[in-house]
């Protein structure tokens, strides 16, 4: 959900490569029937989507790595230690993205890994993680969407590739 949520955020014109794999996957699988419901109503079509496993070299290419919870922080980061300093859960970036100075999109990893230690950390350890919906009823599905979709507004603000006022935003969701 959160590639697809991405995608569309992002101003079409920034370069932007985008790509998902999973720690666990069922690789070459369709996405999870609530999730591709979820994203349906919000206009989203994740009907090409496949599950693809996570490898070592896919974070050791990337500029930056956002996961969904802790352990699959853990998992990149134990698979490929040298991407600590552009791995953080996706809600973990977005809680920093407001201690940030504009600039390139490196420029703003760069600060973030630096102000990772001294940000604010949340009470409850478990604050930055998104509970995975698979298998869930789609209202589950729908609640991560909106959790997900505030950290991707945030972050692509944050790295200067929002779409523009005129671009995608999601709707509200329809009562299927």
Do not use: C, N
């Not at 920034?14 to 206009?43: C, F, I, K």
């Not at 230690?81 to 791995?87: D, F, G, K, V, Y």
């Not at 890994?113 to 950390?121: E, Q």
Request: proline share 8%.
């Amino acid at each position: 959900m959160a590639e697809l949520l991405i995608r569309a955020s992002t101003d079409p014109r920034s370069g932007l490569t985008v790509s998902s794999a999973g720690v666990h996957a069922l690789v070459g699988q369709p996405m999870d029937r609530g999730a591709a419901s979820a994203l349906g109503q919000v206009g989203l079509d994740p009907t090409d989507h496949r599950a693809r496993q996570f490898e070592p070299a896919m974070a050791t290419e990337a500029d930056l790595i956002l996961t969904a919870e802790r352990y699959h922080l853990e998992v990149v980061l134990h698979q490929a230690p040298t991407a600590l300093r552009r791995t953080f859960m996706i809600k973990e970036f977005a809680r920093i993205a407001s201690h940030l100075r504009a600039g390139t999109p490196k420029h703003v990893i760069a600060q973030a890994a630096v102000i990772r230690g001294l940000a604010p950390r949340p009470k409850d350890p478990t604050a930055d993680d998104v509970a995975d919906p698979h298998g869930q009823p789609v209202s589950v599905s729908r609640a991560t969407l909106a959790e997900l979709d505030q950290a991707v507004q945030t972050i692509v603000g944050a790295l200067g590739m929002a779409r523009k006022p005129d671009g995608w935003r999601p709707l509200p969701y329809k009562r299927a």
